[in-house]
């Protein structure tokens, strides 16, 4: 585990210009990613997303965690306005770009819990939501639509100064419908982003692809609708898709366990050998948009590591691959790697779609430990990478 540099880790997260936008002001600090290793992490407050497409189970899933002993006071944000249910139709936050704090009605739920529904998911709603904090909750979690794409989302919450320095990225709970989700990643089935998921002229990028690329949790709703082996079937699928992704099969959402699985995941502050292990073991590339590859190489020596780095600058932010100007156009979801250095140091490293964080710990991994980048996108060609990386580092490109 990587825990055990925390006292000297060396936060670097890094910023591209395509993001900037989120960020109100370009100077200020940038908050750190790897939110739980500090020391202000402890009073911070963790936030759950819960995607899923229409339909999959994700009301049922918060109404399973709500009636269960957790001992937490959970927020729970809906991010939806329907008719059918009349706490949302009492709440309102009209403008999520108004910077006046506009107190956010809750409704009391089962458990001590609260629930609020705001319109859209912006920093101004979660932001008045602290304010309001006091001892009302100590977790959040927070329902998308069935259409909200999570690599939208994701970055806000340590993007955001303000937003950064009281909440942080817990993990991203996706839950998919065994019945239906072979057709939706197959033909956009009922899928309003299908027009715009044919204009990238490549293989078709659904809403259940996004959603299921950069989750952490994969749950595998309505499993009493398929036999075993369409389930079997699913469960591939979506393995191939996401390497890193814990999976699990439930009926109405009720999963064997909540701590570990949907709550405190610690997503984002840990990279596991294990984990990225687990990425490695050649699951088969059953789909055609998006897939799970992992590059492993020794570790880097002094020279190498500023190299490296431009390597990931390059692949996310130009969507290029340095030295190989021919490779296909791609896209990359999620990253996640531990690069051993020859100093006997670690980096850890973060990223959801061009932002990446890097943190450089000591005392992690044994002198055998390879290094390992796990990459899941659209259009990844391993040989490409590879050969981009290994050109990268022997120092191809002046940087
Ligand atoms: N057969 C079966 N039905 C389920 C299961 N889980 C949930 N349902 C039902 O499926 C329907 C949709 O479930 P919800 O939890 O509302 O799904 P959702 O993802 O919140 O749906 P949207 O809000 O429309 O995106 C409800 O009628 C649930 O009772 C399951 O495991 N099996």
Known sequence: MDGD???????????????????????????????????AAISKVPITIVTGYLGAGKTTLLNYILTEQHGKKIAVILNEFGDSIDIEKQLTVSDQNSTEA???????????????????????AIENLMEQRGELFDYILLETTGLADPGNIAPMFWLDDGLGSTIFLDGIVTLVDAKNVLKSLDEGYGDEKKEEAHDDHGPLLTTAHLQISH?????????????????????????????????????????????????????????????LDFANKGHSHLDPTITTTTLIFPPLGEDEVSRFDFFLRTMLWEETLPNVPSAAPFEIHRLKARVPLQNGRMLLIQGVRSIYDTNEVTGAGGDAEMAKLVLIGKGIDHSSFEQSLRLTLSGATRI
Not at 25 to 39: F, Q, R, S
Not at 102 to 124: E, H, Q, R, T, Y
Not at 239 to 260: D, M, Y
């Open 5 to 39: 540099g925390s006292d000297d880790e060396v936060p670097s997260l890094v910023q591209p210009e395509a993001n900037a936008k989120l960020n109100a002001d370009e100077d200020e600090e940038i908050p750190n990613l790897v939110a739980g290793l500090d020391d």
């Open 102 to 124: 506009k107190p956010i009605p809750f409704v009391p739920l089962a458990n001590g819990c609260i629930c609020c529904s705001v319109k859209d998911i912006g920093v101004a």
């Open 215 to 275: 989750a952490d949790v994969i749950i595998i709703n309505k499993t009493d609708l398929v036999s075993g082996a369409e389930r079997e079937k699913v469960v591939a699928r979506i393995r191939s898709i996401n390497g890193l992704a814990r999976i699990e099969t439930t009926t109405k959402s009720q999963v064997p366990q909540l701590e570990g699985l949907v709550l405190d995941l610690n997503a984002y502050n840990e990279v596991t050998d294990a984990d």
